[in-house]
């Protein structure tokens, strides 16, 4: 019961952070009477919920202090997470303007866009190799090709199913080309709704994250004087 455990969570986390003597009696946390065993230097921590489904978005406007998102496309952000966010966020009588909403964009950086796009195809189908959960995110139109990217994904053709992914399918869900091109995706995600984005590099290594921060901070910032 993820969401009746989320939930409880939610409240067990809130009450524990004050530092007061605090019980709890739920259906999954239960027989709880203690308190932190250090002195907290702030009595409200903001809690933000991760996911991308529509009931645990409502739950973030509900209950939590923002949601977190990650691997789908500004579009979805636009037309249904930010609005479901919202909107359950008015409905529990608070103000939505309030809450954070904050994108995971993987980031593939290069001055060669053909680089970078490989980069990105690898990554999305390493994201379908075990899960099909993506469909509940894009358009009807592509639920063919995720399906066919995960059962190449599924009999260990990782190279068939990186070669056979699209590029529309790949650049909805991940920033990659240019510095500039990278910049414009993530602004995107701004344009969208969200409150922050937060770019996650790959390839993963040291030295890639380094070059993926020399090269967008200054197209980040040219992006910032334009818009």
């Avoid at 209950?63 to 966010?85: H, M, T």
Wanted: aromatic share 4%; with cysteine; proline share 5%.
């Amino acid at each position: 019961a993820p969401l009746r455990r989320l939930r409880e969570y939610l409240s067990f986390i809130r009450m524990a952070s004050t530092g007061q003597p605090f019980t709890h009696e739920g259906l999954v946390f239960h027989g709880v009477d203690t308190r932190l065993q250090v002195e907290p230097l702030r009595v409200s921590i903001p809690i933000h919920v991760a996911g991308e489904r529509p009931r645990i978005i409502a739950l973030a406007g509900e209950l939590a202090d923002g949601l977190i998102i990650n691997v789908v496309s500004a579009d979805y952000i636009a037309r249904f997470a930010r609005p479901q966010l919202r909107s359950s966020a008015e409905q529990s009588g608070r103000d939505p303007d309030q809450l954070e909403l904050t994108a995971l964009v993987t980031c593939c950086v290069s001055e060669e866009p053909d680089e970078a796009l490989g980069w990105a195809r690898s990554m999305l189908v390493h994201r379908l190799r075990r899960s099909l959960k993506m469909l509940d995110t894009q358009p009807e139109e592509r639920h063919e090709e995720i399906r066919q990217l995960h059962g190449l994904m599924v009999a260990g053709r990782h190279e068939q199913a990186a070669a056979s992914a699209s590029e529309a399918l790949v650049r909805s869900v991940i920033a990659a080309g240019t510095p500039e091109q990278v910049a414009a995706a993530i602004g995107q995600y701004a344009e969208a709704g969200c409150t922050r984005v937060v770019a996650a590099t790959y390839p993963r290594g040291r030295a890639d994250i380094e070059r993926t921060i020399a090269a967008l901070v200054p197209a980040l910032s040219r992006y910032g004087e334009m818009n």
